[in-house]
């Protein structure tokens, strides 16, 4: 008996992947329900070679339902998680509405699987933000060898990170750049076409924007409360792949060869690092892929037993919709749910 699950928000970028990996793994689900707002009620939706109709998240009943995989954004996932998970349906959430919550478990299920049994709180289990899901998948095997005391990241964050709206004003930017149109930013603050943006979400007081707080915050609650974090983030010209230039300062040394045999070896992690011209991987090489690629593993002289990398994936698959598709695999395979189908 397979299981009952919900994508909520699959008209946008992220829910579309969601379905799209949910068929290509396999996932054991005897019946898929695309939901969006009612505006988009009746809109199709791929699921394989199927096609489904979307139905509205404020009608449904998600008694009978097992999991409710959510891309429908923060106030949305508020709002919706609670009543969700007290109907006995377990959801898996990509927005940052739960990620700092204390009963709310936040998981990559290459770095911390085990954390996902606490999910019974509140049924609810937290998505991490993108660009910290592929970090804490190249930071794992290093911190457990050689121990990280501090992080110093700078992001390369694609558009589609935006949604679908970031994306068409990049589009329509670079055509407006080539045929000499005026160009008016509406979705980000100043042009993005042939441009690169260090501002991605709001300002905080001690001038960090929300984005680079998420990254302190969750690899913090993910790997280790003692790591040091500092992050730069930057919004760059590329529709999908986000790409990273990773610093740490180790507790003990670690020379480039011994950190790349250990990412080698480490699940999620695919390790293209030739030291010659094309040697190593761009963001637009690992649109739809699902690992963590690191490129670019060297030795930091200017710091006790420091290191070097270059850290790429795909966004709205490991950064978003594969990473939530496997914390379900996780509950199943864990048998940490049953089908309430056959119950």
Known sequence: MG??????????????????????????????????SRRSQGKDVSYGDKTLKVQALE?????????????????????????????????????????????????????????????????????????????????????????????????????????????????????AVFVNDPIEPAKF??????????????????????????????????????????????RVPVFVGHAESVNLELESPLSAEEAQDLLREAPGCLVVDKREDGGYVTPYECAGEDATYISRIREDATVENGLNMWVVSDNLRKGAALNTVQIAELLVNGKYIQPKSGA
């Open 3 to 36: 299981f009952k699950v919900a994508i909520a928000g699959a008209t946008g970028n992220v829910g579309r992947e969601m379905l799209d990996i949910l068929a290509e793994r396999g996932f054991p689900a005897d019946v898929v329900v695309p939901l969006a």
């Open 59 to 175: 009608n449904y009943d998600f008694s009978d339902t097992d999991i409710c995989l959510m891309s429908a954004g923060g106030t949305i996932a508020k709002e919706w998680a609670p009543k969700i998970g007290a109907a006995g349906c377990v959801v898996i959430d990509n927005s940052s509405a739960w990620r700092y919550d204390a009963d709310v478990p936040l998981i990559v299920p290459e770095v911390n699987a085990d954390d996902v049994a606490d999910f019974t709180k509140k049924n609810i289990i937290a998505n991490p933000n993108c660009s910290t899901a592929q970090l804490v998948v190249a930071l794992k095997p290093i911190h457990e060898k050689a121990g990280i005391k501090r992080v110093v990241v700078s992001t390369y964050q694609s558009v589609s990170g935006g949604g679908k709206e970031a994306m068409e004003e990049l589009f329509d930017q670079t055509r």
């Open 189 to 234: 603050t100043k042009r993005i076409a042939f441009n690169v943006i260090p501002h991605i979400d709001v300002f905080m007081e001690d001038g960090y924007t929300k984005e680079e707080w998420k990254v302190l915050a969750e690899t913090k609650k993910m790997l280790d409360p003692t790591i040091k974090v500092t992050c730069t983030a930057v």
